[in-house]
């Protein structure tokens, strides 16, 4: 824990325990002021904290986000598969705030706020004598503006998550707290996360996190930002525990598993999917294509009424994958098994959201008509297309920095997936932006969706799955 200017910054860099995990987006440590008695600091040295006065915290979600790219929001970026995950997301609770709430001492008043729509902040967040920001970098400009307010008001502000992980000193300017990384030693022992905090919003679907990392560490992740250890899983009853709470506050929730590759282990998934089975609750996840190895598992899987699995394909071209990965060549080695893996999956009555990033180096101006036939040809039930993103702190970003790719420097707003923010290699700006524009208007047309999805009913028909199908039918638009 080091001290700057008067303000604090905490990390992990030398193994913090902050007894308690705080996925993706609120890390680490927390200020002595509303830290549980017994923190690890350092090399595995305890020192106390006291929980101190009772104070108003506050935990502040920013809103989704907004591409800036004017063209593709007038060719309507509300296109099903485009922003339709991003709309999802925007409208999911903050779990790593809602797990920071549940480490924080019970003397302390908490309440749990959302960013309004143009990034401002709600009036009562200014009540509070704590304020902690959780943002993503294509809205830390925003948060950094919010938290400037606060701070003017005599409120008190830590901001933590991806961005400022890797950029502490910039946040710096912004808060009197940076909390970076994440707390590694305690991740099998993490509390319920405070869902209790969002009884009064109307969330219809919930995330709930059972596993973290992924072992194919791709480039591009900003999961790898601080997800820098090996792959882990939560004891499956430490996940159901979770869900029992989210279903105590509200009924037949819609599950959201916010991991990165949820089936890496097969036989713990089948364990996860034989005590989700009895709930009868529906749910998605993110996992990669070998999930389609087991059949087993995606019985079970079934059976738990898993209905989208969102799987990162990247290219349906094999040479544009060579090298994605930092340690292995998991993708390039598995991309001849891609149509052969998605049916299977369909087949089980389970949904594939296929994901594709335009302009990796392997691409040419032919990648968006390839992307266009391999997702009719699959057929893939919903498709996510982005554009290549350089994250801060990946080794994406460093690499298109070293070869001075990067056209304009610590635009974090530009950070949408969506936007243009580096010279592709083998194809200009302008031509990326233009296939993107193209894609869009022919993927998401109506044709094409129907074209795509009437096969995956129309197999669960032929397989006389009638209420299967009726089911399938009803939460589609729900995922």
Known sequence: MANRAGLVVLCDRGGVNARGLLPNRMEGDFPRLVCHPCCVVGNGHYVDVVGGIPMKIGF?????????????????????????????????????LLYLAA???PEHELHYFEAE??????????TRDLVAISTFSAQVFEAYAIADRLRRAGVRVAMGGLHVSVQPEEALAHADYVIVGEG??????????????????????FTVQTSRGCPWRCDFCASNVMLRQKYRKRPVADVIRDIHEISRLRKRPFL??????????????????????????????????SVADDPELLQWMRRARCRQVLIGLESPERSALDGLEMKTNFKARRWDTYFDAIREIQDHGITVNGCFILGL????????????????????????????????????????CREGRILQHERWDLCTLFDVNYQPKNMS?????????WLTERLYSEDCLLRRRRPFFENLWRRHDSAFFEEAQEVALAV
């Not at 009719?376 to 702190?393: C, E, H, K, N, S």
């Not at 700006?429 to 524009?437: D, F, N, P």
């Open 361 to 400: 180096d392997g691409h040419t101006p032919e990648i968006f008509q390839e992307v266009l036939d391999f997702a009719q040809r699959a057929p893939l039930y919903d498709v996510q297309i982005t554009i290549l993103t350089p994250f801060p702190g990946t080794p994406l970003y460093d690499r298109l």
């Open 256 to 289: 959201e598993f916010a991991d990165d590759n949820t089936f890496v282990e097969k036989e713990w998934g089948k364990e996860l999917c034989r005590q989700l089975a009895p709930l009868r609750l529906k749910w998605f996840t993110e996992t990669d294509i």
């Open 117 to 126: 729509a143009d990034g401002s902040e709600p009036a009562s967040v200014y």
């Open 60 to 96: 502040l979600a920013m809103s989704g986000i907004r591409a800036h790219d004017q063209k593709l929001l007038k060719l309507g970026l509300t296109l099903p598969g485009v922003v339709e995950r991003s709309q999802v997301v925007a409208t999911l609770p903050s779990l790593g």
């Open 103 to 105: 480490v924080t001492p």
């Open 429 to 437: 700006v302008e031509q990326l932006r233009e296939g993107l524009y």
């Open 184 to 205: 590694e030693n305690v991740w099998p022992a993490v509390p319920v996360p405070r869902y209790d905090l969002l009884a009064d919003r109307p969330y219809n679907r």
